[in-house]
């Protein structure tokens, strides 16, 4: 970046997420990088609203898949005996 002249009137221009400054009455050509856009309030609270929905969608996913282990077991000796094999094997290594 240049020096800074005392009295200088600057003027900032935006160009998509990028912020330059250039001395009033400048030539376009002379302007400086100043700063840029980093992910908004906004933004993040959409990424987290997005990721908490994901999961929640991820949850309802597993417990359906469950829940039809559970019924599909019902008429299935082999499904019906590893799922009571799993559920030995979690109340034996279960941690209180």
Do not use: C, F, S
Request: proline share 3%; aromatic share 6%; hydrophobic share 30%.
């Amino acid at each position: 970046m240049g020096q800074l002249k005392p009295g200088a009137t600057l003027i900032y221009e935006r160009v998509g997420d990028t912020v330059y400054q250039r001395e009033a009455g400048a030539d376009p050509d002379t302007r400086t990088e100043v700063g840029w856009d980093y992910e908004t309030h906004e933004e993040r609270r959409d990424h987290d609203i997005r990721a908490g929905m994901r999961q929640r969608h991820e949850a309802l996913m597993e417990a359906k898949l469950w829940g039809d282990i559970r019924r599909e077991a019902k008429t299935n000796p082999t499904l019906q005996d590893a799922l009571e094999h799993a559920i030995m094997i979690y109340h034996l290594t279960k941690t209180k």
